[in-house]
């Protein structure tokens, strides 16, 4: 099956007499995923989709086979809040999508919508104990200014956040509601489903933890926060 890849890939337009140039090495790795390495025919029909549609079928509008995806892991969360900050590290994971310093407003997300990537299914983010993860994904590597623009993005979410007055003021209701459907009735049901899940599928939920924490500092950093300390929070303290 890999000699097949190899075959089918190099042939049709890999340069193998010196070296693989990192789009040549992409679409063979490509070729490979998608033919399978069990299958004398898979190879073929890989290099048919990945070579070949494009070729038949040149400025087409389907999503690009190719993509790229980049992060930005921050190593804080929710336990490194003080007392008076429950909530702050999520508050401010939100305020990432919400205005930075070279993507006022929403034009980040809507720079990203541009290349083809949506918000939700490849752009999202997430608040935990210790980290702070944020994900930009399925950006297209047959544009080479996609994977600049997710950079640029995730660098000025590091240290470019701005908390306009307004738009804290807008991104505290959001999290309420978020407070809200997870305390919800399809929270509740997704609680009674983790009874039923081997130990390491899922997360503890916070009531275990409580349980078996008491009153320590980890039981008491749920990084949706508290609702006092949300309202309570200004552009100027996060």
Not at 126 to 133: K, P
Request: hydrophobic letters at 40%; charged letters at 20%.
């Amino acid at each position: 099956g890999l000699g097949g890849a190899l075959l089918a890939g190099a042939i049709q337009q890999v340069p193998f007499d010196q070296f693989f140039t990192v789009d040549d090495s992409l679409t063979l790795v490509s070729i490979v995923v998608i033919g399978g390495l069990g299958s004398v025919s898979g190879p073929i029909l890989g290099a048919l989709w990945v070579v070949g549609l494009p070729a038949f079928f040149p400025g087409n509008n389907l999503m690009p086979l190719l993509t790229s995806s980049v992060g930005l892991l921050v190593q804080a969360g929710s336990y490194q809040e003080r007392d008076d900050e429950l909530g702050y590290a999520h508050f401010v994971e939100h305020m990432a999508f919400r205005d930075t310093r070279d993507y006022p407003g929403d034009s980040a997300i809507e720079t990203l919508q541009r290349l083809g990537v949506a918000f939700g299914a490849h752009v999202n983010a997430e608040t935990s104990l210790f980290q702070t993860d944020f994900r930009l994904e399925n950006l297209p590597s047959d544009d080479p200014g996609a994977l600049a623009t997710g950079l640029k993005i995730l660098r000025s979410m590091a240290d470019g956040i701005l908390f306009p007055g307004q738009a804290v003021a807008t991104e505290r209701e959001v999290i309420f509601s978020e407070q809200r459907s997870r305390g919800g009735e399809m929270a509740q049901l997704w609680s009674d489903r983790l009874e039923f899940l081997a130990p390491r599928n899922e997360n503890p939920r916070w009531s275990e933890l409580n349980a078996v924490c008491g009153q320590s500092r980890l039981a008491r950093r749920n990084p949706i926060g508290d609702e006092s300390t949300l309202r309570a929070a200004t552009g100027e303290k996060l």
